[in-house]
């Protein structure tokens, strides 16, 4: 369409919006790229550190290749970089030893936290139940309001009777814990996605023959699926990054990487590049889940907050 | 959602008989019956009268742990289909119960005794010297006027995620970029955040803020040294790390908004500013209220950080109730004192939270 042909001209009015279109558009894209930058900064510090050496540290480098040629000095440290990676090295195999410690503990408690939270949410949300005063509703509540809980109050109780049962500086008795901890959002997460599925579901396959057991496992669990997921991960995340239980109630066999983390701070602190590796490692695994499982984390915790 | 009668109709017609239901009677009450003998073989090998090589208490664990499965199957051998739907809820009522209401218990038995473990007395009962000691430590109400300080700070991280959130909810591209990118500080653990921001970041001397303020012709920033500074910059880092939490809830609320509601209130006349808070705020009310109770009570367990920066000080100044309950346990392994501060907070909690909640219900409801 030319300008000869054109029939409706821009007005004076529509100019100014388009001007303030503009300054919106500045202004909204701003302030997104000024956040990225806060969130990402601290990670992208301490990758380039982690590639630091002493001089470049002192003197505040920002850009590798540019300002400072990046050294696996920091990698050296934790018997990772490539010239110490087919060697020995005792701070790697510490370091193996509480990311091994890490996974297992977290990745148990969240299954276990998605299996028996799933079974409960999903009874919470088909049955009614009367455990003495308990109803329903009482129950979940029993169940939500352990989220109110500060674990400090379970701390030292716990501190002592795993002394009594040996269950202190054991992966079982952490994983315990974690299950407990994150067993509240397990259900406030499933809750929501059971509410969602209707009970014709389940009715039409007991029409057919199945049990209520039977029906849960194989109609309802993997329509959940989704929402036990985001759950799982959810719970996932909590876990790998728990410190406070894990600080006091491990000691050398069980504890896990953030108290590796938090015991070398002191120890370590001018070591830069090596505490920066090791942070760096640390929260790794996580980066990758947050980008690749973003959509799952974000539905978990979406769950709940609308009605 | 109705919590009360049954949503799923299942017709029963399983007769259960005297002597099966007796069985189940008799299982329950066996494992019930392992559990007696265990505990007391166990008090009477401590008390020192036999001597059967129970070194802990994990015999009387394990027993507990039979009962639990003896009772479980109990429940479907006495009631039937009854007792398998309540086995959906019975395994997480129990492990629940189990961990918590019996160290809660025991938590009390201990807060109102002198207990030291490091040293060899063991456990004394003191009454109500603990609650006294509170009382009198000024360090303890510190600690809770800090938390009452940081939970203040929820407010501004609230403004943030909501603007945050309305920035995602905007027409832009690359919305999943941005999104990744906000979620991130949420993914990272508070221990390592503390070393990556509290440690390196701030270091007044190599840190990237610290030579940013010196060139600005500033002095050189001293962020964990002067009481008011140190505690903002927790308050930050606790932010930076929980923001993109109510960012998602508000998000989520945001999204649950029908366009016609705003089209409809753009075509009136309500657009930009006054649209915002006519009609946009009052939608995410009760969306608001969610996220910041939840927040709360995050918040109010806060000590990761603090106990990594900066161990509460500089004097006490970034103490919460959790790190410097932490610090009370690690320092003088006083466990009888620092229950009963746990103790006495967590019933500030509780009336706190009830308080909250009531108030946000009658706040929330002629909206809803």
Request: glycine share 6%; aromatic share 12%; proline share 5%.
């Amino acid at each position: 369409m030319t300008d000869a042909t054109q029939i409706f001209h821009d007005s004076a009015v529509d100019g100014a919006s388009r001007a303030r279109w503009w300054t919106s558009r500045v202004l909204i894209y701003g302030l997104l790229i000024l956040w990225a930058v806060v969130c990402l900064f601290p990670i992208y510090w301490t990758v380039t550190t982690s590639f630091k050496t002493a001089p470049d540290v002192m003197q505040g480098h920002l850009v590798p290749w540019v300002d400072y040629q990046p050294a696996w000095l920091g990698w050296r440290g934790l018997g990772m970089s490539p010239d110490t990676i087919g060697g020995l090295s005792t701070p790697r195999a510490e370091f193996l030893k509480r990311f091994a410690n890490s996974a297992v503990i977290s990745l148990s408690a969240s299954a276990l936290a998605v299996i028996l939270g799933s079974m409960a949410a999903y009874g919470l949300s088909r049955f009614s139940y009367r455990f003495g005063f308990m109803r329903n509703s009482d129950i979940s509540f029993f169940f939500l309001s352990q989220l109110i809980l500060p674990p400090v109050v379970l701390a030292l109780p716990f501190l002592v009777l795993y002394r009594e049962v040996a269950l202190l500086d054991t992966r079982i008795g952490l994983i315990l814990l974690y299950t407990l901890t994150v067993l509240p959002i397990v259900i406030w997460i499933m809750r929501d996605q059971f509410a969602s599925i209707p009970t014709d579901l389940e009715e039409a396959a007991m029409v057919d023959g199945l049990s209520v057991w039977g029906a849960f496992v194989t109609i309802i669990l993997p329509i959940a699926l989704p929402g036990m997921v985001a759950a799982f991960i959810l719970s996932l995340v909590l876990t790998w990054n728990e410190y406070f239980f894990a600080s006091l109630l491990t000691s050398t066999h069980a504890n896990t990487l953030p108290v590796m983390v938090a015991s070398q701070t002191g120890s370590q602190g001018v070591q830069w590049w090596s505490m920066a590796a090791l942070s760096f490692a640390a929260i790794l695994p996580l980066i990758v889940i947050g980008i690749a499982l973003e959509r799952f984390i974000i539905k978990g915790m979406a769950a709940g907050a609308v009605k | 959602m109705s919590t009360e009668g049954d949503l799923l109709h299942v017709i029963t017609s399983d007769v259960i008989s005297p002597q099966r239901r007796m069985v189940g009677r008799i299982l329950v009450w066996g494992a019930a019956a392992l559990v007696a003998v265990v505990v007391l073989l166990q008090l009477l090998q401590i008390s020192g009268r036999i001597d059967i090589g129970f070194t802990n208490w994990r015999p009387a664990l394990y027993a507990y742990c039979v009962w639990v499965a003896a009772f479980l199957a109990g429940q479907v051998i006495i009631r039937g289909e009854m007792g398998k739907r309540r086995l959906f809820v019975l395994p997480a009522v129990l492990f629940v119960a189990s961990l918590t209401l019996f160290p809660l218990l025991f938590g009390l038995v201990i807060a109102f005794s002198d207990w030291n473990l490091a040293s060899p007395d063991g456990r004394r009962f003191n009454g109500t010297a603990n609650l006294v000691k509170m009382w009198n430590d000024p360090f303890y109400w510190n600690a809770l006027g800090n938390m009452v300080r940081y939970s203040l700070a929820i407010v501004v991280e609230y403004a943030v995620a909501f603007g945050l959130a309305l920035l995602l909810a905007a027409n832009i591209r690359a919305r999943k970029f941005f999104r990744v990118a906000f979620l991130m500080p949420l993914m990272l653990s508070p221990v390592a955040v503390s070393w990556m921001v509290g440690k390196s970041i701030l270091e007044p001397r190599f840190g990237p803020i610290g030579r940013l303020i010196r060139d600005l012709g500033f002095p050189s920033p001293a962020f964990f040294t002067d009481p008011v500074i140190a505690r903002l910059m927790i308050m930050m880092m606790d932010a930076w790390t929980y923001i993109p939490f109510m960012m998602i809830m508000l998000l989520a609320g945001l999204q649950a908004i029908p366009r016609e509601v705003q089209e409809a209130a753009h075509v009136d006349g309500a657009s930009g500013w006054r649209g915002f808070w006519e009609v946009t705020f009052p939608l995410m009310l009760p969306v608001s209220v969610t996220a910041i109770l939840i927040r709360l009570i995050f918040k109010l367990k806060l000590a990761d950080i603090v106990i990594t920066v900066t161990s509460g000080g500089p004097g006490g100044a970034t103490d919460t109730v959790t790190s410097f309950i932490y610090r009370e346990y690690r320092d003088r392994s006083n466990v009888g004192y620092g229950t009963m501060l746990a103790m006495v907070y967590l019933v500030l909690i509780v009336i706190v939270m009830t308080v909250m909640m009531k108030v946000s219900e009658r706040w929330t409801r002629p909206q809803t």
